[in-house]
């Protein structure tokens, strides 16, 4: 039965499918936003997309997916060496994609007010990019970036981005005009924080520490009723010195509220830490995407 499953779920051709639409999906809600509401309102982008519309607005017979195309070959370089060869080529694919999608997906938003377009824009683009990071490779720029340094360093893929395009925000403060650079800004962060929900969302994994005197009963239910592996850790109160046993488990956000009850119910005065992840390494409950 295992054995069918693995085939089932590595099959290239529906896996490659799968990637490909996600891809196709993410890069299409990108490039909307982009066509239909930062470049019309002279907005910034993120990464290697802002350098791009720098250059644009400088240049306005410079095409913007020609533009994209070209300056995603040095990173496409650096790519090659830092990260996986399954993740570099679905990155090929996904650049393309999307540098299509810019220079065929318009779009007109009937939103006049600066701030909603910001707003809208940066919802559109961090579902967009977190669709696109869903699936086994990205669309190129500094997206290859980002996934090296959560490979080698755990720094959120938002959290990078975010903090590389304060270079594209001090380019934009220097050459255009103010306002526009906030909105910008606006943009910027509203995007990366969805873009951050959209991948972790409610597979984001807490980690749970108890402390009491049941502890053997409580692991026992957690195994049983949650489905959950506990890890016996042995302690000492410094207070009192006796020996205690402290449970660790690691479970997804929809379970926390039911090993909570568990815990109430059995041992209302159990001393109870509960913890984010940024990242969990693991078969079952693991959830770092295989860049």
């Given at each position: 039965?295992?054995t069918?499953?693995?085939?089932?779920?590595?099959?290239?051709?529906g896996?490659v499918?799968l990637?490909?639409?996600?891809l196709?999906?993410?890069?299409?809600?990108c490039a909307?936003?982009?066509?239909?509401?930062l470049?019309?309102n002279g907005?910034?982008?993120s990464?290697?997309t802002?350098?791009?519309?720098?250059?644009?607005?400088l240049?306005?017979?410079?095409?913007?997916a020609?533009l994209?195309?070209?300056?995603?070959?040095?990173?496409f370089?650096?790519?090659?060496?830092f990260?996986?060869?399954?993740?570099?080529?679905?990155?090929?694919a996904g650049?393309?994609?999307?540098?299509?999608?810019?220079?065929?997906?318009?779009?007109?938003?009937?939103?006049?007010d600066?701030?909603?377009?910001?707003?809208?824009?940066?919802?559109?683009?961090?579902v967009?990019?977190?669709?696109?990071?869903?699936?086994?490779?990205s669309?190129?720029?500094?997206?290859?970036?980002s996934?090296?340094?959560?490979?080698?360093?755990?720094?959120?893929i938002?959290?990078t981005?975010?903090?590389?395009?304060?270079?594209?925000l001090?380019?934009?403060?220097?050459?255009f005009?103010?306002e526009?650079?906030?909105?910008?800004?606006?943009?910027?962060?509203?995007?990366?924080?969805?873009l951050n929900?959209?991948?972790?969302?409610?597979?984001q994994?807490?980690?749970?520490?108890?402390?009491?005197?049941l502890?053997?009963?409580i692991s026992?239910?957690?195994?049983?009723?949650?489905?959950r592996?506990?890890t016996?850790?042995?302690?000492?109160?410094?207070y009192?010195g006796?020996?205690?046993?402290?449970?660790y488990?690691?479970?997804?956000?929809?379970?926390?509220?039911r090993?909570?009850?568990l815990?109430r119910?059995?041992?209302?005065q159990?001393?109870?830490?509960?913890?984010?992840?940024?990242?969990v390494?693991?078969?079952r409950?693991?959830?770092?995407?295989?860049?």
């Amino acid at each position: 039965m295992k054995t069918i499953s693995k085939k089932a779920v590595s099959h290239p051709i529906g896996q490659v499918l799968l990637n490909l639409l996600l891809l196709t999906l993410g890069s299409m809600l990108c490039a909307m936003a982009i066509n239909g509401i930062l470049i019309p309102n002279g907005f910034l982008s993120s990464g290697l997309t802002g350098l791009v519309l720098i250059l644009h607005y400088l240049f306005p017979f410079l095409p913007v997916a020609a533009l994209y195309f070209l300056l995603n070959v040095p990173v496409f370089i650096l790519g090659w060496k830092f990260v996986g060869r399954r993740f570099f080529f679905y990155s090929i694919a996904g650049m393309t994609i999307f540098s299509v999608c810019l220079a065929w997906a318009h779009a007109s938003f009937p939103v006049q007010d600066m701030l909603c377009s910001a707003l809208l824009a940066g919802i559109l683009s961090g579902v967009g990019g977190g669709i696109t990071l869903k699936s086994l490779g990205s669309a190129g720029g500094t997206d290859i970036l980002s996934v090296a340094l959560l490979k080698r360093f755990s720094v959120r893929i938002g959290t990078t981005t975010l903090a590389f395009n304060c270079i594209v925000l001090l380019a934009g403060a220097l050459l255009f005009p103010l306002e526009k650079v906030l909105y910008t800004l606006i943009y910027i962060y509203v995007s990366t924080r969805i873009l951050n929900l959209v991948i972790t969302g409610l597979s984001q994994r807490k980690a749970v520490m108890i402390v009491s005197n049941l502890g053997e009963a409580i692991s026992r239910k957690i195994l049983e009723d949650i489905k959950r592996g506990v890890t016996v850790l042995r302690g000492q109160g410094a207070y009192s010195g006796r020996d205690e046993k402290v449970l660790y488990t690691v479970v997804n956000f929809r379970e926390l509220a039911r090993v909570k009850q568990l815990i109430r119910q059995m041992d209302p005065q159990a001393f109870v830490v509960v913890s984010d992840t940024l990242e969990v390494m693991g078969q079952r409950i693991g959830n770092q995407p295989q860049y």
